[in-house]
C-alpha cells in the first residue's frame, strides 16, 4: 500500500507543479492588473511562435483555468501511473505538437490561450493507446478517460466551438498528436499480458520415461495364460 501512494504522488507531481504554473500566472493578472493574453499562440505569425510554450499558462477566465486544472491533473496523473517510461516523452511532444499544429491551421487574425491542446493530446493518447496495446488494465483506463471526456469531441467541431470562442484549431491539433503518439509508442511501456499455463500436471498425467502406456502392452496369448494357471495350482 504505501508503494501504491508513492507511486500515486509521484505520478501526481508534474501535473501538480503546472497546474500551479497556471495559477500562478492567473493570479499575477488579476494582482496588477494586466493582461498576458497578447502572450498567447498567433498562428502563421513569426511572434505567435512564442505562444507554442506560453499558450498552456494563459488563460481567459477562473471558469476556463478551473477546466483545465481538473482535466491535467486527472490525465497527468494517470499518465505517470500507467506510462512511467513514456510520460515525459508524451507530456513534452503533445505540448508542443498541439501548439504547432495549433500554429499552422489557426487563423491569423486569432489568438490562443489555454491548455486544452496538451490536455486532448493527453487525453487521446491515453483512450488509443490503452486499445491498441491489448492490456486489460489500460483498456479500462481507456473506457474510464472515454466515459469521463468523451463528449470532448464536440470541441473540435468549428461549427461549435466558434460561437463559444473555443479553440477547435487547438483540440484538433492536440487530438491528432495523441493519436501519432500513441502509435509511435505503441511498443513501449506496458504490453499485453502474456500467459504461460504449467505442464507439471500434463506431464504427470504420462507414463514414466521408458514405461509404455497401457494401450501398447501386448495383451496375453491363451497359452500364457495356461502357463500361468499352471503355476499357481
Not at 116 to 127: E, V
Not at 154 to 160: D, Q, S
Request: hydrophobic content about 45%; overall charge negative; some cysteine.
Amino acid at each position: 500500500m504505501n508503494q501504491d501512494r508513492k507511486k500515486f504522488f509521484g505520478s501526481l507531481a508534474i501535473p501538480a507543479l503546472l497546474v500551479t504554473l497556471m495559477w500562478v500566472v492567473k493570479m499575477a493578472e488579476m494582482a496588477f492588473s494586466i493582461d498576458l493574453g497578447p502572450w498567447g499562440l498567433v498562428p502563421r505569425t513569426t511572434q505567435g511562435l512564442l505562444g507554442i510554450l506560453t499558450m498552456p499558462f494563459l488563460h481567459g477566465d477562473w471558469e476556463h483555468l478551473l477546466t483545465n486544472t481538473s482535466a491535467m491533473l486527472v490525465l497527468g496523473t494517470v499518465l505517470y501511473y500507467c506510462y512511467p517510461t513514456l510520460a515525459n516523452r508524451v507530456m513534452l511532444i503533445g505540448w508542443l505538437g498541439s501548439g504547432l499544429l495549433t500554429w499552422c491551421i489557426g487563423s491569423p487574425h486569432s489568438v490562443h490561450v489555454g491548455a486544452s491542446g496538451l490536455i486532448y493530446a493527453l487525453n487521446l493518447f491515453l483512450i488509443v493507446s490503452g486499445f491498441i496495446r491489448g492490456n486489460r488494465m489500460l483498456i479500462v483506463i481507456s473506457l474510464i478517460m472515454v466515459f469521463l471526456y468523451g463528449s470532448f469531441i464536440w470541441g473540435m467541431i468549428p461549427a461549435l466551438a466558434r460561437p463559444q470562442n473555443i479553440s477547435w484549431e487547438g483540440h484538433l491539433g492536440g487530438a491528432i498528436v495523441g493519436v501519432l503518439l500513441a502509435l509511435a509508442f505503441k511498443k513501449e511501456g506496458p504490453q499485453k499480458e502474456e500467459h504461460h499455463w504449467d505442464d507439471d500436471d500434463d506431464d504427470n498425467d504420462g507414463p514414466d520415461e521408458g514405461e509404455k502406456p497401457y494401450w501398447d502392452v501386448p495383451t496375453p496369448s491363451d497359452e500364457d495364460l495356461k502357463v500361468e494357471y499352471r503355476f499357481r495350482h
